[in-house]
Nanobody, 114 residues
Framework: QVQLVESGGGLVQAGGSLRLSCAASVRIGSINVMGWYRQAPGKSRELVATITSGGSTNYADSLKRRFTISRDNAKNTVYLQMNSLKPEDTAVYYC????????WGQGTQVTVSS
C-alpha cells in the first residue's frame, strides 16, 4: 500500500509560480513511475508529467516548457515546479504512483487568477 500526500497548492496570479510536493509513505526508489495529473472543473483528468525510478521524464506537450517534475529519493518526495502559470492551469492536481497497483493522492487545488 502506498499513501501519497500532496501539498503546495493555492491561489496565485497569472504569471506566477508554484511548487507542488507529493510525499510518499514508502521509499520512492521502489516505485516504477510517479506522476502528476490534473482535473479542471467539468473536464477529465489529464496527464501533466511523469518520472520513472530511473529519472526519465515525460510531459504533456503543452506544458513541458513551463512545468518541471523532479524527485528527491532521500525525502521520498516528488515535486512539480510550475512557472508562468495561466488561468487555464486552474485545476485540482493529483499525485500518482504505479507500484504493484495504482495509487492516488487526495489532490491539491491550484487556482490561477487573471
Amino acid at each position: 500500500q502506498v499513501q501519497l500526500v500532496e501539498s503546495g497548492g493555492g491561489l496565485v496570479q497569472a504569471g506566477g509560480s508554484l511548487r507542488l510536493s507529493c510525499a510518499a509513505s514508502v521509499r520512492i526508489g521502489s516505485i516504477n513511475v510517479m506522476g502528476w495529473y490534473r482535473q479542471a472543473p467539468g473536464k477529465s483528468r489529464e496527464l501533466v508529467a511523469t518520472i520513472t525510478s530511473g529519472g526519465s521524464t515525460n510531459y504533456a506537450d503543452s506544458l513541458k516548457r513551463r512545468f518541471t517534475i523532479s524527485r528527491d529519493n532521500a525525502k521520498n518526495t516528488v515535486y512539480l515546479q510550475m512557472n508562468s502559470l495561466k488561468p487555464e492551469d486552474t485545476a485540482v492536481y493529483y499525485c500518482n504512483a504505479i507500484a504493484r497497483g495504482i495509487y492516488w493522492g487526495q489532490g491539491t487545488q491550484v487556482t490561477v487568477s487573471s
